[in-house]
C-alpha cells in the first residue's frame, strides 16, 4: 500500500511541470550599426556587421571581429581582438557630446582602449546639432 501511494505521488510531481510553456529563448542585444569619431589625436571607430574598423592620423589602424556586444544600465561595451590588435569600446547613451572641431553635437560619449593607441575619448552615434545634424 505504502510503495502504491509512494509511486502515485513520484508519478504526480513529474506529470505536474508538463503543462508548463517553454521558456522563450532571450534575443541578444545587438547594437547595430555604429560610428564614433575622436580628436587630438584623430581617430574613428565604424561598427558594422559584426567587425569593428579603427582608423587614426597616426596610421595604427586596424580591423577585426567584434567578439563581444553588450548592453550596459548606462550603453554599450563593445570589444574585439586578435592575434595583433585589441578595442574596447565604451559608449554612455544620452550623454550629449561635442568633438570640439566641427560645432556638432553627438547623441553620446564613447571612450575607446586601443591597442597601440591607448585611452581616447569622443562622440558617436547620432548628430544632434550642427552640420549635417537636426535643425
Known amino acids: 500500500m505504502k ?5 502515485s505521488s513520484l508519478a504526480a510531481l513529474s506529470l505536474s511541470g508538463c503543462g508548463e510553456p517553454a521558456e522563450e529563448p532571450v534575443e541578444e542585444a545587438k547594437l547595430g550599426d555604429y ?39 548606462s550603453g554599450w561595451e563593445v570589444k574585439g581582438f586578435s592575434d595583433a590588435d585589441n578595442i574596447n569600446i565604451y559608449i554612455t547613451s544620452g550623454e550629449t557630446c561635442s568633438d570640439g572641431m566641427s560645432d556638432r553635437s553627438y547623441a553620446d560619449t564613447v571612450k575607446v582602449e586601443a591597442s597601440k593607441s ?7 552615434g547620432a548628430i544632434t546639432e550642427g552640420p549635417n545634424g537636426p535643425p
Open 35 to 73: 560610428s564614433a569619431i575622436g580628436t587630438e589625436p584623430g581617430w574613428g571607430v565604424e561598427i558594422k556587421d559584426e567587425t569593428i574598423a579603427f582608423t587614426t592620423q597616426d596610421g595604427n589602424d586596424f580591423s577585426l571581429p567584434v567578439y563581444r556586444m553588450d548592453k550596459t544600465g
Open 3 to 7: 510503495y502504491r501511494i509512494l509511486l
Open 118 to 124: 591607448g585611452s581616447l575619448s569622443g562622440c558617436g
